[in-house]
C-alpha cells in the first residue's frame, strides 16, 4: 500500500534508530503485528484472518506494505542490523539503511599502496547538514513530502533547516522546529493520521492547538488515548510473521 493511494502528505518516512524507532522494554514485536492486523482489516474490508494472511503476502512480495520507509542513523550497518533483529523487524521492511558507511563513503575507499597518503576526510553526521542533503539525495522525495522522526532536538532543528518536516519522539510537546510531538511510536496514528490519510478528531485537533500545561503551541499527543488503540510505527510494518 502506497502513501499515495491513501492520500498521504508523505512519500518518505525518515527514521532515527535509537531511542527513536524503540525504547527499552516495549513489546514492539507482538503489538505492531497486531495493530498491522487491525489496520489491513480496516483499509482492505477484509476479515482478522484475512488481513493477517494479507500482511505476510505483502511483507514477501513486496518487503512492506508502505512504501518510503528509510532508516536514517548515525550507526554503523551493523549495530543497525543488530538492533532491528533485536526487535524484530525485517532490514528489508525499509527501502533504504542509511547509516555512517552511507553517509561516509570515503572513509571506505582504499587507498593504491603506491598514493600519497590522502587528507582526512571530514566524518559526516546528523546534525550536519550535508548528512540531510545525503539523506533527501539518496531517498530521492522531495523533503517537504518527508517525515523524519528523530529524539534529538538539534537533529530535529537540522533536519526543519534541511526542509524536512519534522516529528520530535519522546516528548509530549513540540520543539521550535518540530511540526510533531510522538511520545512514542505506538501512538504514531492518533498523533499524525494524516499518514494514512486521515484527519484529526475535533476533541483531538482542541488538544493539538494547547500546550501541556498553558498556552502557547502544545502539543499533538493525547495523553488519555491507550497505546494498544493506536497503530503502530510505520517502520514495523513489514514485519513477518
Known sequence: MEFRRINSPFDCLLFDLDDTLYHSGTGIAVACK???DEFLAMKCSVSAERASHLRVELFKTYGSSLAGLILFTNSDRKHASRVL???GIEE??????ICFETLNPELFRLQP??????????????PIISAFEAAIRIAGFDPQ????????????AA??????R?????RRTKTVEADYAVEDLFRLRSVIPEIWGEKLPPAASVLAAEEVGGGGEGTMMLGNEAPD?????PAAAAIEA
Open 34 to 36: 497486531r495493530n498491522i
Open 85 to 87: 533483529k533485536r526487535l
Open 92 to 97: 528489508e521492511c525499509f527501502q533504504v539503511v
Open 113 to 126: 599502496a603506491s598514493s600519497a597518503v590522502p587528507p582526512a576526510a571530514p566524518v559526516v553526521l546528523k
Open 145 to 156: 513530502r518527508m517525515l523524519f522522526l528523530d529524539d534529538s532536538e538539534r537533529n530535529i
Open 159 to 164: 533536519g526543519k533547516a534541511a526542509g524536512l
Open 166 to 170: 519534522t516529528a520530535v519522539v519522546g
Open 229 to 233: 488503540k493506536a497503530l503502530p510505527s
